[in-house]
């Protein structure tokens, strides 16, 4: 996990992307009492199918907002839910409440967990190593600040897969270049070199985005 970190280009995509999470996080949970959260994992830990229907409607929705942060196809991201939901069901007693927040955050991880296991069952991944020379292109600023909080995430959902994945590990998930290596088994470097990329196309998105609005 990465603290205080400072990212370089595209700063404000990905500032957008963050508070775009956080307002479909904030819509997607229904509140709920720390007092009651920890007496609702009891009740799950005992068995109780209405505490595991409760958990399910709370917080189905903003997992189905995770799920749909590296999975495009909304069948799949069924799919893949129902296994996380039989993680759940099965981990449940493994997991040790530690205050608000605590199980959405381990609700988070396993559907994380899923979707890149998903993704990579199906060879979705294709990292490709670029040259030093396109390290050093200097990234341009770009002016996203007319730019609906819509359009800059359907920008990130057409990224490829590879690219998409480290893009949401690296900035919403706030993992390091070496937790994503290590997650998807690859290079740190590669890590670094796809994040760079997705910077990239992004930014020649908006670019393409904004000229056409222009001529609109």
């Known amino acids: 996990m990465r603290h205080n970190s400072i990212l370089p280009f595209p700063h404000k995509i990905e500032s957008c992307y963050t508070l775009l999470q956080s307002i479909s996080t904030a819509e997607g949970t229904v509140p709920i009492e720390t007092d009651t959260e920890k007496r609702l994992v009891c009740l799950v830990k005992q068995g109780d199918c209405s505490a595991m229907k409760t958990m399910y409607a709370t917080y189905i929705r903003y997992l189905t907002a995770v799920c749909s942060r590296y999975i495009i196809n909304n069948e799949d991201v069924k799919d893949v839910l129902q296994d996380c939901f039989l993680k759940i069901h099965s981990g449940i007693q493994s997991f ?3 205050g608000k927040g605590s199980l ?4 988070t991880k396993v559907v994380v967990n899923e979707a890149l296991k998903f993704l990579q069952r199906n060879n979705r991944f294709e990292f490709v190593e670029i040259s030093d020379q396109e390290h050093d292109i200097p990234q341009e600023d770009t002016d996203i600040d007319s730019l609906p909080s819509s359009e800059i995430f359907r920008m990130i959902r057409e990224l ?3 690219y998409r994945t480290i ?3 690296y900035v919403i998930e706030e993992h390091t270049h070496k937790e994503i290596a290590r997650m998807l088994n ?3 470097s590669t890590s670094a070199s796809q994040l760079h990329r997705a910077k990239n196309l992004l930014a020649a998105k908006i670019r393409q985005y904004q000229a056409n609005k222009s001529l609109s």
Not at 104 to 107: F, N, P, Q
């Open 96 to 98: 040790e409440y530690r």
């Open 186 to 188: 690859i290079k740190e």
């Open 167 to 169: 893009f949401n590990l």
């Open 104 to 107: 959405k955050g381990w609700l």
């Open 160 to 162: 490829p897969d590879g």
